[in-house]
Structure formats: C-alpha cells, structure tokens
C-alpha cells in the first residue's frame, strides 16, 4: 500500500513569515494529493489538493507543488497569521479512493 | 449545503462490549469514508462504502464492521471492544464516483473504552 511521510513534525514560525511542509509518498501510482487541516476538537478540513497532471496549485495564501519524478509534494503558507496554527496533515490517493495520510505538523504562529 | 454529521460526538465504553456510530454524509453524495485517528497511529482508513457495498478495506481486525444505507448514510461497529479502541473516529464524504476526490469530514466520534 502507499505510505506517506510528512516533516517536520512540529513547525513554530512568526507572524508574517512563511511555513512550508514537505511530504513525500511511495507509490507512484498515486494520483491525488490532499492537504488538511485540523483544529482542536475538530476533524479535518480540506484546504487545497492537487492532482498528478498538475505541478502547482495556488489559493490566495496557500500553495501546493507536486514533484512526481521524487514522488514529493509540499505546502506552502505564506504571510502566516495566528489562525494558521493547527495540526496540517498531508494525504496520497491512488485510484481506490483510500486516502493514506502522514503524520501530521504542529504548526504554531506567534505573534 | 450541511456537512458531514456524525453521533454520537462522544462515547464511554468498558472493554467487551460493542459500540455503534453513525454517520450522514453530504447531501448528494455517494461515498462514506471511515478513519481511526490516535496519537501514536495517526490517521487510519477503516473501509469505504458506496452504494450500499463496502468498496475498500483497510488493516482492521473483523471487530471492525460498517454498512451503508439506501439514503448514503453510514454505520459502524467495533464489537467486543478493547482498550486500544479508544479513538478519534471519522467519517468522510465524498461524491465517489470518477477517481478519488474532494472527501469532506465530520467533527468524529470520541470513544473512551475503560
């Protein structure tokens, strides 16, 4: 099955300043990459994905690029602010529709 | 539209009994997506169901069982629960149909098996 891996686990940034989460995946049949977010008490809530026909995917302040030939993709956050902080959780999908996540970044942003 | 409800939201077991979650998913949409989530094994796919019928399994143990009704709303079992059953449980919607896609989660049930 895919296995996907997600670094760092743990992410403090100030306010303003950028955060990146790096994952990558096993299975190069993977073709769907979600990332979510997860607040306390809450369950996970989609924020942006991209599929494998595509390199970069941009939603206002949330980017998302995809490298298959490494079989890595990565968030990008930029201008954090404060409701930023939560846990972000990285996804593969291959054609089953089973989603296999990674472990999940504690991103933190001070003000 | 109203998104994926799930109850109950919170659940105290002792070991050896059975517990039952439900799960409504979006309204349209066709496929329920089970997780477990805990702190040492992160997020973990349970099964899917789709039309009624159970489309993906994950590495569960047979305790583990769900189903699906006509109306797209979903259940599942955990019999002769153990300690290690304490979870964050997930369900997820999606419309299932041309290749994987958008799933949409519930807020989850927390079981606390004593």
């Known amino acids: 099955g895919e296995n996907v891996e997600q670094h760092p686990s743990t992410l403090s940034v100030q306010e303003g300043d950028s955060a990146v989460i790096k994952c990558t995946y096993s299975?190069?049949?993977?073709?769907?990459f979600p990332w979510y977010k997860q607040e306390l008490g809450k369950g996970p809530q989609l924020i942006i994905d991209i599929r494998s026909n595509v390199g970069e995917k941009k939603d206002q302040r949330i980017a998302v690029t995809l490298n298959k030939t490494a079989k890595h993709f990565s968030l990008h956050i930029t201008e954090t602010q404060p409701e930023d902080s939560a846990v972000y959780f990285c996804a593969a999908s291959l054609r089953d529709y089973k989603l296999s996540f990674g472990a999940g970044t504690t991103v933190t942003v001070r003000a | 539209k109203a998104g994926v409800t799930q109850t109950p939201r919170y659940l105290i077991k002792t070991r050896g009994q059975q517990v039952t979650l439900s799960c409504s998913p979006i309204s349209g949409h066709r496929s329920v997506s089970w997780y477990q989530q805990t702190p040492g094994q992160g997020l973990q796919f349970l099964f899917e169901?789709?039309?009624?019928?159970?489309?993906n399994k994950g590495n569960f143990p047979g305790r583990f069982s769900g189903r699906q009704f006509s109306n797209s709303r979903s259940e599942m079992n955990v019999s002769t629960l153990e300690l290690g059953d304490s979870a964050l449980y997930l369900c997820?919607?999606?419309?299932?149909?041309?290749?994987?896609?958008?799933?949409?989660f519930g807020p989850g049930t927390r079981l606390t098996v004593l």
């Open positions: 169901y789709f039309s009624e019928t159970q489309r």
């Open positions: 997820a919607s999606s419309l299932g149909a041309g290749g994987p896609q958008e799933q949409f």
């Open positions: 299975d190069s049949a993977s073709n769907y």
